[in-house]
């Protein structure tokens, strides 16, 4: 049995949409961080960083977005949620996931609470905007090759990126119309991946 520490919207989603994905049975812990519950008593005694997702085994609690995808997709090879990690395919998927979930990722950030980089918000923001119309030209051009990020089948950069992408509303300009391929690909993706609930609402 699994419990997701969850905040919809976040980064977590992509947990749980692998969960589901995956079949297993699992619990959800909704943590709202708009009303500051990762500093509550509860949740810091789980997390000492304060931070979504969090997934509690039996015997473990497990922390790191990227890390618990990956022990995901590991213990539960049957999902064929990445290639074999050993492979030339399995390589291209971990760096297109570490792409997604480490630079994208980090740019939206800085979007989202530019004032923890500095003081002028908006130039922080704008550079990241910069950052990140380069970032998703990239990723344009690999799915205009090919119809997933890492081939012909989705795998767990595709899951993490299809949760990112519905956080264009905080960006000055439409995402999905300066890039055009991304509507299809999403819709590529749910038809691909139907026994997620959450990633056919996304």
């Not at 500051?36 to 015997?59: D, M």
Request: with cysteine.
């Amino acid at each position: 049995m699994y419990t997701l520490y969850h905040c919809p919207i976040t980064c977590s989603t992509a947990v749980l949409i692998t969960l589901e994905i995956i079949g297993v049975e699992h619990n959800v812990e909704i943590i709202d961080l708009f009303q500051n519950e990762q500093f509550s008593e509860h949740f810091l005694a789980i997390n000492p960083l304060g931070k979504v997702p969090v997934l509690k085994t039996n015997a473990h609690i497990l922390t790191q977005g990227e890390a618990i995808l990956i022990h995901l997709s590991q213990k539960h090879p049957e999902a064929n949620l990445m290639p074999g990690l050993a492979t030339i395919e399995g390589a291209d998927a971990l760096k297109w996931l570490n792409f997604v979930a480490s630079t994208v990722h980090g740019h939206f950030s800085r979007v989202f609470q530019p004032e923890r980089i500095a003081n002028e918000h908006e130039v922080v923001k704008a550079n990241a905007e910069e950052e990140l119309v380069k970032l998703f030209g990239l990723i344009e051009q690999q799915l205009q090759q090919q119809p997933f990020l890492a081939g012909n089948l989705p795998t767990l950069a595709d899951y993490y990126l299809a949760v990112i992408l519905g956080w264009d509303r905080m960006l000055s300009f439409d995402l999905a119309e300066r890039f055009s391929e991304l509507k299809e690909y999403k819709q590529r993706l749910k038809q691909a991946q139907t026994n997620s609930p959450t990633l056919l609402s996304l």
